[in-house]
């Protein structure tokens, strides 16, 4: 997988979240908070924790509370994905969709981190 230098140089921390989350069997190496900006000019940060096992984990907000996501497989970028919500990194650029509401139509999307 070639998400861990991506998701590295994407990275932010959010230490308020991260820091009560605690699963012993999984070791987490690095934190990093980013934060993005969508147009219409929404602001947010995300919390990127990548474990030593291999995976990693995204704290998006969405709705005022975080959610916890879990990599998956992408052919382009890094795509993380818990339920229905899908949160998806190419480079700088990020797209959060909700298939509950229409898994063709991304809830945020043309977000950019800062």
Avoid: E
């Amino acid at each position: 997988m070639k998400m861990l230098p991506l998701a590295g140089l994407l990275l932010f921390v959010g230490s308020a979240h991260a820091a009560s989350l605690n699963v012993p069997q999984i070791q987490i190496h690095r934190t990093i908070d980013v934060t993005y900006r969508c147009p219409g000019g929404d602001r947010f940060s995300v919390t990127y924790l990548n474990g030593g096992n291999g995976q990693n984990f995204a704290i998006v907000p969405y709705r005022g509370k975080p959610m916890l996501l879990t990599s998956t497989m992408s052919a382009d970028g890094v795509k993380f994905q818990a339920d229905s919500m899908t949160w998806w990194i190419k480079g700088r650029d990020a797209t959060l969709s909700d298939a509950r509401i229409d898994a063709n139509q991304p809830v945020m999307t043309g977000c950019k981190s800062t």
